[in-house]
């Protein structure tokens, strides 16, 4: 009679156990993801812009130990104007293969589209400073260079077809917080044909 008796109380130990771990997970949550800011536009478009890759393109690397590291000296200044990217001898691979390569510093890319440079989207004159919030919705839901109409298509890889999928609000945020970041010098190079 005993074997099935503490059969039982040992299963009702594990039981509660499991419950209380269960609530402690619940209560402690990811201590690693942090809460997504809401009040103040310019921290919501700081957070946004860290999640969504807009360095990966827009700002310039280093080459680090594990690869290109975004140089946050030139964040946000697109493509380095004096950086070249020669694509000419890859013409060939791309219109066979259907292939896109980039630049080292992923600031440069080149497919069947042609060559694109990553634009200059801080607040200097060369880049977004004379840009309307009005403009720069303009541009990520309609891919409108410059967020004007009729102006051209906004190129690959710029994911402003995933982009276009924000709220307004979330849109003014990241607009709000390019505002405040260090204004670069830097005309991009304007695209071109392979
Ligand atoms: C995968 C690369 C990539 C990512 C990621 C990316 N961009 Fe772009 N972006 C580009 C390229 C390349 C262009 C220039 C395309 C062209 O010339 O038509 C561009 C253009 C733009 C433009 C239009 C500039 C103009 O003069 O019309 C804006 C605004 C912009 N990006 C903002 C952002 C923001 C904000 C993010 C992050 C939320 C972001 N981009 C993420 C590659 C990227």
Redesign the pocket.
């Known amino acids: 009679m005993k074997t099935p008796l503490f059969f039982a109380l040992g299963l009702a130990a594990i039981l509660v156990a499991l419950s209380n771990c269960q609530q402690q997970t619940a209560e402690a949550g990811n201590p690693t993801a942090p809460e997504a800011p809401k009040e103040d536009p310019v921290k919501r478009g700081e957070y ?2 860290s999640i ?7 700002t310039p690397k280093n080459m680090g130990p594990h690869g290109p590291e975004p140089d946050m000296t030139r964040r946000f200044m ?2 380095p104007a004096d950086e070249p990217f020669a694509t000419d001898d890859k013409k060939k691979m791309i219109a066979e293969q259907h292939v896109a390569i980039f630049s080292p510093g ?4 080149a497919g069947p589209w042609g060559v ?6 801080t607040p200097d004159d060369t ?2 400073g004379a ?1 309307t919030e009005a403009q ?1 919705l303009k ?2 839901r309609e891919g ?4 004007m109409d009729g ?10 077809p995933l ?1 276009r999928n924000m709220t307004d609000d979330d849109l003014k945020a ?1 607009y709000a917080y ?1 505002k405040t970041v260090k204004p670069i010098k830097n005309a ?1 190079p ?2 071109k044909q392979l």
Do not use: Q
């Open positions: 946004l812009v969504l890759g807009c360095d990966d393109c827009h697109g493509h992923m600031t440069a890319a694109s440079y990553a634009a200059n989207i880049g977004m840009w720069f541009a990520i409108k260079n410059k967020g102006t051209r298509p906004i190129l690959p890889p710029m994911p402003w982009y990241i390019l991009v304007a695209p």
